[in-house]
Structure formats: structure tokens, C-alpha cells
């Protein structure tokens, strides 16, 4: 099933077979939130939690692939922001997002050094939508949220395997 949108829960390390530790995860409550406010805009969105699920590259490339996505997003912390850039090389889609919280301590150098992808800083809920629709690439500032009570309530269904 195709979907306009698929965003990536990174994995905290690369997994393979024969490695993959035995610990439970928490819920990606923030790709969640994206996921939410896409669907309601009118871009059909799945989330694929490789934390979760210990996907490794490989893996992840063949699910994310599967849904013939137009815009893929991704999670990006310090220890894992190699890993990230990875991933996001190894899928095959024309607009490629990062966010999280490397990309809002490192934005200018991510985007310095990888000028073909969309590296969004700060809070994504006020600007994401735009992006993704415009496919927009370089940095952006979503700033910070001032009234948490327009965030959305999550849209438990976009955690499909749910093991949170």
C-alpha cells in the first residue's frame, strides 16, 4: 500500500541478525504527533518503529521502500546521527526530512553537509505539514510550541505493532 509519508522511529544502534538486544521501548510519541497532524492533513502516513522492532538497515530500507513514499522523516539524536544519514541515503524517496534533537543542536551543519534533504529544528508541529507538502529541503526553525493544548491527541492506530 502506497502512503505519501513515512516516518522512521531510528534505532538507537545498528541492529543485524544475531543482535538484537532483548529490552522493550518507549512509544515515539513525537513522530506520533507528525503522524497525527499529516493524516489530518491529507497526507496518508505510516510510522516504522526500527527502535521497536530492532530493524536493522537492510530492513528498514525493504519496509520503508514497500510504501512507494514521496517523503520520508526521520528521528535523529546525537548517538544515533550517523546512523540516521544512513538510512535516510539507503531509501528510495524524493524528499527527505530530518528532525529531533541532533538536528536542532547540529541544523546548519547537517544541512551544510547534506544540501538535497530538509533538516527541521526546534518543534515541527506548526511548520511540518508545509514542508512536507511543499517539499521543502534545507534548514528550517519550527520554534517552540506556545499552547500545548493545540497539539493533537495521538492517533494510537499509526503504532501499528504497538508494543510499547
Known amino acids: 500500500m502506497n502512503k505519501d509519508l513515512v516516518l522512521i522511529n531510528s534505532p538507537i544502534q545498528e541492529y543485524e541478525d544475531g543482535y ?16 497525527t497532524i499529516t493524516n489530518k492533513a ?14 536493522s538497515i537492510p530492513e528498514i530500507t525493504r519496509r520503508v ?3 512507494s513514499p514521496q517523503s520520508v522523516g526521520i528521528n535523529m539524536t546525537s548517538t544515533n546521527h550517523t546512523l540516521c544519514l544512513d538510512i535516510l541515503r539507503s531509501v528510495d524517496a524524493p524528499h527527505k526530512i530530518v528532525g529531533g534533537a ?3 543542536l547540529k541544523g ?15 518543534e515541527a508541529e506548526d511548520v511540518f505539514v508545509d514542508a512536507v507538502k511543499n517539499r521543502k529541503i534545507g534548514l528550517i526553525n519550527g520554534g517552540k510550541i506556545d499552547n500545548l493544548d493545540r497539539i493533537p491527541f ?8 504497538d508494543p510499547y
Do not use: C, M, Q, W
Not at 44 to 49: E, G, M, P, Q, R
Not at 108 to 122: F, K, M, Q, T
Not at 154 to 161: A, E, Q, T
Open 154 to 161: 495521538i492517533d494510537r492506530s499509526l503504532f501499528v505493532n
Open 42 to 55: 491529507g497526507i496518508s502516513t505510516v510510522i516504522v518503529d526500527a527502535e521497536a522492532e530492532k530493524l
Open 108 to 122: 546548519p551543519e547537517i544541512s551544510a553537509n547534506n544540501p538535497d534533504i530538509l533538516v527541521v529544528s526546534g
Open 102 to 104: 541532533h538536528a536542532t
Open 65 to 67: 521502500n514497500a510504501y
Open 20 to 35: 538484537r538486544p532483548d529490552y522493550r521501548t518507549t512509544a515515539p510519541l513525537g513522530l506520533g504527533i507528525l503522524g
